[in-house]
């Protein structure tokens, strides 16, 4: 268990609806990180936030959001979905303590999104 | 702009063997760090290894250690007394003081063979 916390694990929706994933960090974290992994691929960075404020953006599109919350939880908002949207969304978190400005990242266990 | 480069896609070795994934990157920053993860079918990312490029010594978890060649630019993951448990997806990954973020290599997917 590494401490990161992702919900829903599933969810499955049909084109042109809005999804909400949350994240909880591991306790004592500041960072958070979205990835996106379609079938068969590598991760592709999204966006980091860093104690509620937004540190760094990915390949990330419009149509999708995030925000990290005072309480250090944060949500990814994908809207307008499209079926090439389907893929398994991870939240990772990080102390940001090694060289190179980040820790290691631990990783919540993905929600998978099926768009229909 | 920094980049991660996994070669090789998939890889056979046999139970109780070694065997070494490769993993180059190219940054301009002097500072970075390099990882290693496994991903499992079961899907989670599961951190092995970590390597700062100021490390003078090569890293080593357990039966994984990283192969560090600063001047090749390379940070290969070695498995030492592979088991069938080690049956999974492994990400090589990169960061560094400009970045903030952790770039990922395309993984290379490794089957243990009893």
């Known amino acids: 268990d590494s401490g990161v916390t992702q919900t829903p694990k599933h969810l499955i929706t049909a084109t042109g609806q809005r999804v909400t994933l949350r994240c909880s960090p591991r306790?004592?974290?500041?960072?958070v990180y979205w990835y996106q992994q379609s079938l068969d691929q590598g991760l592709q960075f999204l966006i980091h936030?860093?104690?509620?404020?937004?540190?760094a953006k990915g390949n990330i599109l419009e149509r999708f959001s995030a925000q990290q919350f005072p309480d250090l939880h944060s949500e990814l908002n994908l809207s307008s979905l499209e079926l090439g949207d389907s893929a398994l969304y991870f939240c990772?978190?990080?102390?940001?303590?090694?060289?190179?400005?980040?820790?290691?990242?631990?990783f919540g266990e993905g929600s998978r999104l099926t768009v229909l | 702009a920094q980049k991660i480069t996994q070669t090789q896609p998939g890889m056979f070795v046999q139970e109780k063997e070694a065997v070494t994934l490769d993993c180059t990157y190219d940054?301009?920053?002097?500072?970075?760090?390099l990882f290693w993860y496994k991903q499992p079918s079961s899907g989670e990312m599961i951190f092995l290894i970590y390597?700062?490029?100021?490390?003078?010594q090569n890293a080593t978890e357990g039966r994984y250690s990283l192969n560090f060649q600063k001047a090749r630019k390379s940070a290969n993951l070695v498995i030492s007394a592979s088991q069938l448990g080690d049956s999974a997806m492994y990400f090589c990954?990169?960061?560094?003081?400009?970045?903030?973020?952790?770039?990922f290599g395309s993984g290379t997917r490794l089957l243990v063979r009893p």
């Open positions: 990772a978190s990080s102390t940001n303590r090694l060289a190179g400005n980040t820790g290691e990242l631990f």
């Open positions: 306790s004592g974290d500041l960072s």
């Open positions: 936030y860093y104690n509620g404020e937004e540190r």
């Open positions: 940054t301009s920053d002097p500072s970075y760090g």
């Open positions: 390597q700062g490029s100021y490390d003078q």
């Open positions: 990954a990169m960061s560094s003081d400009s970045s903030y973020k952790l770039i």
